[in-house]
């Protein structure tokens, strides 16, 4: 018996299950933003505040987004779309914690060491380090180039390996089922 797939259906569905957590993102960076204008980075509790919103932001993606990527998988019949889920998944976790790296550093300098941070660096740079730093943190291969060095920024990083180590475990069972539902079928 062979099945079609109906992969505008799958795209529309998918976009419809990730899209609370992407808007999620967007409005807390939004908000950090625009509230952050008004702050001193220079204050100490800045970054505390900024690993708050990780916590919450971890929470969301282990909770809520997990079991909505869970649903979509359910119907997914194909391994091409099982890539798709896990792709942007990773994709949107890697670079939030990016963004949680940059305040970090905005608010403390002194957050990491081995970053690059002359002051003719723009902004897009700057995140485009903490991108990398976040990519390798997340693959958990740790060059050892960048180092985080206060408390704050070593929790984040914490909570990054945290997340990719369920990720990897959820993604790897699933797999693992929809190989097995399709060889069954």
């Given at each position: ?63 809520f987004t997990f079991k909505q990527v ?116």
């Amino acid at each position: 018996m062979v099945y079609k797939i109906d992969y505008d259906s799958f795209l529309k569905q998918l976009i419809k299950r990730l899209s609370p957590a992407v808007i999620l993102v967007a409005l807390v960076a939004i908000v950090y933003v625009y509230l952050m204008q008004f702050v001193d980075h220079k204050i100490s509790w800045v970054p505390y505040l900024v690993v708050l919103f990780a916590l919450i932001k971890t929470i969301y993606f282990t909770f809520f987004t997990f079991k909505q990527v869970n649903k979509s998988i359910r119907q997914c019949h194909s391994f091409g779309q099982l890539l798709w889920i896990f792709g942007l998944l990773v994709l949107l976790i890697i670079f939030s914690y990016a963004a949680d790296y940059s305040c970090i550093a905005a608010a403390n300098t002194g957050s990491f060491q081995g970053f690059n941070t002359s002051d003719n660096m723009g902004y897009l740079s700057f995140l485009f380090e903490f991108f990398y730093f976040s990519v390798v943190t997340f693959a958990a291969i740790g060059y050892g180039d960048i180092v985080p060095l206060t408390y704050p920024a070593r929790i984040l990083v914490i909570m990054e390996i945290a997340q990719s180590f369920v990720l990897i475990v959820f993604g790897l069972s699933n797999i693992n089922n929809i190989h097995t539902k399709i060889k069954t079928q």
